[in-house]
């Protein structure tokens, strides 16, 4: 059974930081694209990031380019999301997807960015 | 950054079939934007229905189909069920950015 598994969200001020973290399991993650997508409370998903396969390259929203960075460990099938210089408007539900052709969604984690 | 625009609802009858439209403020919609198409219903995550403009994964129902129509990606449902009734939400990809319509809320009554 393939899973995504959002960790790392919270409560946090403006200006702060939080890492994500999406364990995938049930795919050979190593093939696979891998995004991150994010959905505020009664709004629709907004695509933040994607990474290469062997992570060499990167691609950005720009809302959130120079503040957020994508990585992953195909050793340890784990995407990461680092979020620095957090605003209110990046309060959502953080999810990863990927697979082949997306196929897969996880549940998500909830970042609030408040004071 | 482009603007991906969707109806913003749409009501169908059961049975009935209804089209459901992708548009990108830069110009016509082509298979290079590769359209993607998810359903979402309440308390759920999105599920991937349709990618590269008309291609299912194996879970999509055979009612539902995607194609490129009058410069638009375009979501057909042909027999409406009462579980279609969702939000459903497409995608394009310009270049290195990727950009979500802002959904179509489905009534199927």
């Known amino acids: 059974e393939v899973q995504l598994v959002e960790s790392g969200g919270g409560l946090v001020q403006p200006g702060g930081s939080l890492r994500l973290s999406c364990a995938a399991s049930g795919f050979t993650f190593s093939n696979y694209w891998m995004s991150w997508v994010r959905q505020a409370p009664g709004k629709g998903p907004v695509w933040v990031s994607r990474?290469?396969?062997?992570?060499?390259?990167?691609h950005y929203a720009d809302s959130v380019k120079g503040r957020f960075t994508i990585s992953r460990d195909n050793a340890k099938n784990t995407l990461y999301l680092q979020l620095n210089s957090l605003r209110g408007e990046d309060t959502a539900v953080y999810r990863c997807?990927?697979?082949?052709?997306?196929?897969?969604w996880g549940q998500g984690t909830l970042v609030t960015v408040s004071s | 950054q482009a603007v991906v625009t969707q109806e913003p609802s749409l009501t169908v009858s059961p049975g009935g079939t209804v089209t459901l439209t992708c548009d990108s403020s830069t110009g016509a919609v082509t298979s290079g934007h590769y359209p993607y198409w998810f359903q979402q219903k309440p308390g759920q995550a999105p599920r991937t229905l349709i990618y590269?403009?008309?291609n299912k994964h194996s879970w999509t129902p055979a009612r539902v189909s995607g194609s490129l129509l009058g410069g638009k990606a375009a979501l057909t449902l042909s027999g409406a069920q009462p579980e279609d009734e969702a939000d459903y939400y497409c995608?394009?990809?310009?270049?290195?950015?990727?950009?979500f319509g802002g959904g179509t809320k489905l009534t199927v009554l």
């Open positions: 990474i290469k396969p062997d992570g060499g390259e990167t």
């Open positions: 997807v990927g697979g082949g052709f997306d196929a897969y």
């Open positions: 590269d403009t008309d």
């Open positions: 995608l394009l990809t310009y270049g290195k950015a990727r950009v």
